[in-house]
Nanobody
Framework: QVQLVESGGGLVQAGGSLRLSCAAS????????MGWFRQAPGKEREFVAS????????DYADSVKGRFTISRDNAKNTLYLQMNRLKPEDTAVYYC??????????????????WGPGTQVTVSS
């Protein structure tokens, strides 16, 4: 069983950068595709980015494309989300999640069986 814990959230001014990390316990991290989702107050959880277990397919939400970069280090059991040119509308709790589903479904939160507790990202204007 893989357990996930996010870190790296915080308060940043608009235009700034943050790097989120998601540490996975367990020895099978490299077998899972991974994703980042976010949820702002009063809004539904939304897809941010995903990466397959091998890294051969990466997808982004249109709202973050060109600003965010997802990556993973299977040797360190860690998933990353580099967030640049942050905007106030990026403010949300960010979650990492693990999925065994086909890569075609990784933008759907229902494809993910394991979730971290989340980390708060606040972007001030």
């Amino acid at each position: 069983q893989v357990q996930l814990v996010e870190s790296g959230g915080g308060l940043v001014q608009a235009g700034g950068s943050l790097r989120l990390s998601c540490a996975a316990s367990g020895r099978i991290f490299s077998s899972y595709s991974m994703g980042w989702f976010r949820q702002a107050p009063g809004k539904e959880r939304e897809f941010v980015a995903s990466i397959t277990w091998s890294g051969d397919r990466i997808d982004y939400a249109d709202s973050v494309k060109g600003r965010f970069t997802i990556s993973r280090d299977n040797a360190k059991n860690t998933l990353y989300l580099q967030m640049n040119r942050l905007k106030p509308e990026d403010t949300a709790v960010y979650y990492c999640a693990a999925s065994g589903a086909d890569s075609a479904y990784l933008s759907d939160y229902r494809a993910y069986a394991l979730w971290g507790p989340g980390t708060q990202v606040t972007v001030s204007s």
